[in-house]
């Protein structure tokens, strides 16, 4: 099972298992972090699942569809890193995967 590592706004990392198949918001919003509220469940319509992917990940990502674009101008402090985390579904080659979860959503 990949590893996906989480950094809080507040500087402490958890390491989680995540099952194939899940996405990376599915697999925060069981740990039940902070900072994520996926308010539309991962239909892409929210933004509020907004993560800043470490920088040595974001090329290694497969690339946001059109609607993920979309949505990301309705996120805040968006930027290069910025990725809608109900958009990246959990597979092997994301072992290892770093994911920077804003202090909240606006
Ligand atoms: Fe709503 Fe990702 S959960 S856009």
Redesign the pocket.
């Known amino acids: 099972m990949p590893t996906i590592h989480y950094i809080l706004h507040d500087g402490t990392e958890h390491a989680i298992d995540a099952p194939l198949g899940d996405t990376v ?1 599915m697999v925060a919003m069981r740990n039940n972090f902070q900072g ?15 993560v800043h992917i470490d920088p040595s990940w974001v090329d290694r990502l497969p690339p946001k569809e059109d609607l ?1 674009e979309e ?1 990301l101008d309705f996120a805040e402090d968006v930027d290069e890193t910025s990725r ?4 990246l579904k959990v597979t092997k080659e994301l072992d290892g995967l770093i994911v920077n979860v804003p202090e909240k959503q606006y």
């Open positions: 918001m994520i509220l996926a308010e539309c469940g991962g239909a892409c319509s929210c933004a509020t699942c907004h993920e949505m809608l985390s109900c958009q």
